[in-house]
C-alpha cells in the first residue's frame, strides 16, 4: 500500500493558477500510475490527469487539456498538478491517488481548492 498526502490547496481568485502536491510513502514499486482526480459539490469524483510511473507518459481530460500539467519531482514519489486559468465552476475538493497494477487504488486524504472573487 501506499500512503498519500496531499497539499497546496486553497482560496484562489478566478483566472488564477494553484499548483497541488502529492507526496507518496510506502512500497511504490507495484504503482502503475499516479493520478489527480476532484469531486465538485454533488459530483461525483472524476478524473483530471494521470501519469505512469515508468516512462511518464501523461494524459488529461479534455476540460484540462492546455489548462492544467501533471508533474513528477525530482524524487519519484512526489506528484504535482499545476492549474492555470481557474474559474469557479473548478472549485473542488481534489485528490491523489496510486493505481496499482493489481488494480488497487490508494487515495489520499484529498484538498480543498475554492475559485472565488
Known amino acids: 500500500q501506499v500512503q498519500l498526502v496531499e497539499s497546496g490547496g486553497g482560496l484562489v481568485q478566478p483566472g488564477g493558477s494553484l499548483t497541488l502536491s502529492c507526496e507518496a510513502s510506502g512500497f511504490f514499486a507495484t504503482v502503475y500510475s499516479m493520478n489527480w482526480y476532484r469531486q465538485g459539490p454533488g459530483k461525483q469524483r472524476e478524473l483530471v490527469a494521470s501519469i505512469t510511473t515508468e516512462k511518464t507518459f501523461t494524459n488529461y481530460v479534455n476540460f484540462a487539456k492546455g489548462r492544467y500539467t501533471i508533474s513528477r519531482g525530482n524524487a519519484e514519489n512526489t506528484v504535482y498538478l499545476q492549474m492555470n486559468s481557474l474559474r469557479p465552476a473548478v472549485t473542488a475538493i481534489y485528490y491523489c491517488?496510486?493505481?496499482?497494477?493489481?488494480?488497487?487504488?490508494?487515495w489520499g486524504q484529498g484538498t480543498q481548492v475554492t475559485v472565488s472573487s
Open positions: 491517488s496510486a493505481y496499482h497494477y493489481s488494480a488497487h487504488e490508494d
